[in-house]
């Protein structure tokens, strides 16, 4: 027989504490705090090197890993809450590399960059690189609870943002006027990868199918709160360096394949 722990904090206190005495202080979400990416786990990614301090025994190689929590799983539910596109500019690998900025998608950037034959690159006269980036900001749902999180797709990925994107525009609900598109954090999908390659390589690439309609209250109120942060710039998440993610066949080629 289990006794009762009469010293057991109520929840009820917890709850009103985390009002106004959480312990966080002057904690800024945007500038103190890691949003987690969503990443593809390739056959090069050092979380599959044993030589490497990022190493994880079990990971596999088309696992999503994230960043902050750097736990790598088949296949995650997410509620999609906003969504971006960037032209983020680069500094070559070759010169240190490293994040220069994230321009906007009407800046213009593009057209005063030219495209490398050679590597397929967009490269601004000063050397600099420009990525064509999908931000999608999501909450990950996992054991009842939820986490913030970002995925970003680039090169061959942004036709799975654009399908994405086009999922979420195809859903409707009933409501007391007739139909009507919703919120996109008022479903959920799954996010997993599949397989892909051509003729310079292969690689994992995401898979993104419909889920279900969102129905707990408060997963769904969460959902509109880090929509309307996202949206506002209060939180946002630093972009992450493109990785090459497979080596073409042909060993005379000196070109790299960008995820």
């Given at each position: 027989m289990n006794k009762k722990n009469n010293n057991a904090v109520d929840v009820a206190v917890i709850a009103e504490d985390s009002k106004t005495a959480s312990?966080?202080?002057?904690?800024?979400?945007?500038?103190?705090?890691?949003i987690p990416y969503i990443s593809i786990l390739q056959s090069g990614s050092p979380q599959l090197n044993p030589?490497?301090?990022?190493?994880?025994?079990t990971a596999k190689a088309g696992q999503l890993y994230n960043t902050v929590t750097q736990e790598a799983v088949s296949e995650l539910k997410v509620i999609p809450v906003f969504y971006h596109l960037r032209y983020v500019e680069w500094k070559p690998r070759e010169q240190g590399g490293g994040f220069?900025?994230?321009?906007?998608?009407?800046?213009?950037?593009?057209?005063?960059?030219?495209?490398?034959p050679m590597t397929n690159k967009y490269?601004?006269?000063?050397?600099?690189?420009?990525?064509?980036?999908a931000y999608h900001y999501v909450l990950v749902l996992n054991n009842g609870g939820y986490q913030n999180a970002v995925i970003s797709m680039a090169s061959s990925q942004l036709k799975k943002s654009r399908r994405w994107n086009s999922l979420m525009l195809s859903q409707k609900i009933k409501g007391p006027s007739g139909m009507f598109t919703p919120p996109t954090y008022a479903f959920t999908y799954k996010l997993s990868t599949v397989s892909e390659s051509n003729d310079r390589g292969s690689w994992f690439g995401f898979q993104v199918e419909k889920g279900e309609q969102v129905t707990d209250s408060s997963i769904y109120n969460e959902g509109k709160l880090f929509s309307t942060?996202?949206?506002?710039?209060?939180?946002e998440a630093k972009p992450e360096e493109p990785k090459v993610i497979a080596k073409p066949q042909t060993p005379e080629s000196n070109v790299d394949i960008p995820f």
């Open positions: 312990g966080f202080g002057a904690l800024n979400l945007a500038r103190d705090t890691a030589s490497k301090a990022e190493y994880i025994e220069i900025a994230s321009h906007s998608a009407d800046s213009g950037v593009l057209g005063r960059a030219a495209r490398d490269v601004l006269e000063n050397g600099n690189h420009i990525v064509q980036t942060a996202a949206s506002s710039g209060a939180i």
